[in-house]
């Protein structure tokens, strides 16, 4: 059985919107017995397909979450490979992408402080050799 399709989002670079250079497609949440609601998405780029999953709560909240991953993924591509120049039909102008990521989205935004600053913490302790 086939994924189906619920919302579809093209990217083009600033000036070009007849040339998508990014397809991203959310899949219907899927529920298996006994386990948490799944949400799939799936990203285009270049040619290559990427498919990943985000679990949650219930549907609404992996739906959330996943727009959050996914939202994370096309705004380092965005900044990384296309020098935010990605645009979308709805765009308001230089680096909107039109989705939140892990560092803005409710859902996320206090795990993902907790994380850079433990990550800071671990970068500021002074490093030990390997013991004699």
């Known amino acids: 059985m086939q994924s189906e399709i619920i919302a579809e989002r093209a990217y083009y670079l600033d000036g070009e919107p007849d040339s998508a250079v990014i397809l991203f497609q959310l899949l219907r949440p899927d529920q298996p017995k006994n386990t948490y609601p799944r949400c799939r998405y799936r990203l285009m780029v270049s040619g290559k397909t990427e498919e990943n999953e985000v679990s ?36 308001s102008g230089d ?4 989705l939140p990521t892990i560092e803005n989205s409710p ?13 800071s913490e671990q970068k500021s302790r002074p490093q030990r050799g390997p013991e004699a």
Do not use: F
């Open 95 to 98: 680096g909107d992408i039109g």
């Open 107 to 119: 859902l996320t935004k206090q795990a993902y402080e907790e994380a850079q600053r433990w990550s």
């Open 56 to 91: 949650g709560v219930d549907s609404i909240d992996c739906i959330a979450l996943c727009l959050a991953v996914a939202g994370s993924k096309i705004a380092g591509l965005n900044e990384a490979v296309y020098e935010n120049k990605l645009r979308w039909e709805g765009s």
